[in-house]
């Protein structure tokens, strides 16, 4: 896409840059001069229509990115900017550092996190052609810090996917669950290679499963948390995909409020034993909800509910448990 000569160069003039990015978005939207940045010390400053240039590559930032977290949706990530790389014209995404800690509990279990650029830097080479993670690439701005350049993936989230699937639970379970678990399997063996390489996902959540509008494959993204625990590494990892399954299982979030106004009767059979260990309004014990749910699949939600007397320690026991169930399930849904 961009001039040979542009490139021999080594860097890029103003109008290098004006005519890069008219390619992209057009003329008339192209600012009658750029500011350029080399350090994003300070994030907050890089804005849009700025030019990023990273190890002599330029980058038009366009806007800020959102997720949902901790219940709370939309919520900016100033410090993850979409941008158009405009020696190729393709849509990245560029992750600068934000330091961060906070302390996660789950039932008696603290686990302290951080957010790590060196280690999604790390993961994203480990990962390089694996098709189940995001892909990209880690450098250095001016001022050393370590940035992560992404391909960004056009989709949905599994989670709102799920929320498309069937008219009812019933027609969702029998007729699109079947797949999607294979597909889950999959994801799972994906973290088991991060957790055979010694590494670990640290922020397993449903929003950070991606469908690609492409090919309708699904990848992790944002493997930038790490966390401590004394007992065991992948822990955190484990209640994280734990809290999918169920997610997947129920066609979206089944809380105790919403049972209580819909359904009384299966809410007052709830006990405390039922309910998810990490989220305590959601029910892990699905089946007292939805009676066809098989025993080999709902022992797996058990395990991460509050009656639960072991948990899993690896990946290993619960895929072994899950193919199992997939087993099973494709056997009575044929």
């Known amino acids: 896409m961009v001039n040979q000569s542009i490139m021999d160069r080594g860097e890029f003039t103003q109008e290098d ?7 992209c978005i057009g003329h008339v939207r192209v600012p009658d001069k750029f500011r350029i940045i080399t350090d994003t010390s300070n994030f907050f400053s890089v804005d849009f229509n700025d030019i990023l240039v990273l190890d002599g590559n330029p980058y038009l930032i366009r806007n800020y990115e959102r997720e949902g977290r901790f219940g709370i949706e939309d919520q900016p990530k100033y410090w993850v900017k979409r941008a158009i790389e405009l020696t190729t014209g393709k849509l990245k995404v560029i992750k600068m550092v934000f330091p961060e800690k906070f302390t996660a509990r789950i039932g008696d279990l603290t686990f302290d996190c951080v957010r790590s650029p060196k280690k999604e830097a790390r993961i994203l ?29 056009r989709g949905s989230t599994m989670a709102d996917y ?38 670990k996902h640290g922020d397993i959540r449903r929003d950070h499963i991606i469908r690609s509008k492409h090919d309708s494959s699904y990848c992790w993204i944002d493997f930038d948390f790490n966390y401590w625990h004394q007992e065991n590494m992948f822990t955190y990892d484990m209640f994280g995909l734990g809290n999918i399954l169920i997610y997947l299982v129920g066609r979206g979030d089944v809380t105790s409020q919403h ?25 892990a014990n699905l089946q007292k909800v939805y009676p066809y749910i098989p025993d080999v699949l709902n022992n797996i939600l058990l395990h991460f509910s509050f009656s639960a007397d072991t948990f899993y320690d690896d990946t290993d026991q619960f895929l072994s448990d899950l193919e199992e169930a997939k087993t099973y399930i494709n056997t009575f849904t044929k």
């Open 162 to 199: 799920v929320l498309t699937l069937g008219n009812d639970h019933y027609e969702y379970f029998f007729e699109f669950f079947p797949p999607l678990l294979n597909d889950y399997i999959d994801l799972v063996k994906a973290i088991q290679f991060l957790h055979n390489s010694g590494e």
């Open 125 to 153: 080479e480990l990962v390089r052609g694996h098709r189940n993670f995001m892909q990209g690439m880690s450098t250095k701005d001016s001022a050393g810090n370590i940035i992560r350049i992404i391909d960004y993936i």
């Open 17 to 23: 840059l004006k005519k890069l990015a008219a390619q």
């Open 259 to 283: 049972l209580r106004k819909s359904s009384t009767s299966v809410f007052d059979q709830l006990i405390t034993g039922d309910l998810n260990i990490v989220f305590n309004n959601r029910v």
